[in-house]
């Protein structure tokens, strides 16, 4: 009996918890999105719209449309594809907020095999 009590306590408070996600504020604004790749640190800054981010990464400097599907999840198609893996569209998912940054996975829209994380933090409105 005792056993089923904590374990009916434990399911109630882990549910009642959700991570927090106020999405709207990041829909505009000027962004940070660091990463590492093999051992280097790579930075990249963007600014976004409610239309269009353009991004600067490494001196140059790129361009997308920007479509929210909803609060927390938006579709990124670049505007001057040079590739062909670069006429996909990018899907993001923002799955926490907190303060001025965002966690968030993406992908290439179709591909939930190869999804990735980062986190991106807001520079200023």
């Not at 909803?70 to 907190?98: A, Y």
């Not at 001025?100 to 200023?124: A, C, H, I, P």
Request: glycine share 4%; proline share 2%; charged share 25%.
């Amino acid at each position: 009996m005792r056993i089923f009590l904590t374990l009916a306590v434990f399911i109630f408070l882990s549910s009642c918890y959700t991570n927090e996600r106020s999405c709207d504020q990041f829909h505009t604004g000027t962004f940070e999105f660091n990463t590492i790749v093999g051992d280097k640190m790579l930075r990249s800054t963007f600014k976004r719209d409610e239309l269009y981010e353009v991004e600067t990464f490494e001196g140059k400097i790129d361009s997308a449309r920007i479509r929210w599907i909803n609060p927390c999840e938006c579709i990124l198609t670049k505007l001057h594809p040079t590739s062909n893996q670069d006429k996909r569209p990018l899907s993001i998912k923002i799955l926490t907020t907190k303060n001025n940054q965002y966690e968030f996975e993406y992908s290439l829209v179709g591909d939930n095999k190869n999804k990735k994380r980062g986190t991106v933090t807001k520079l200023n409105n």
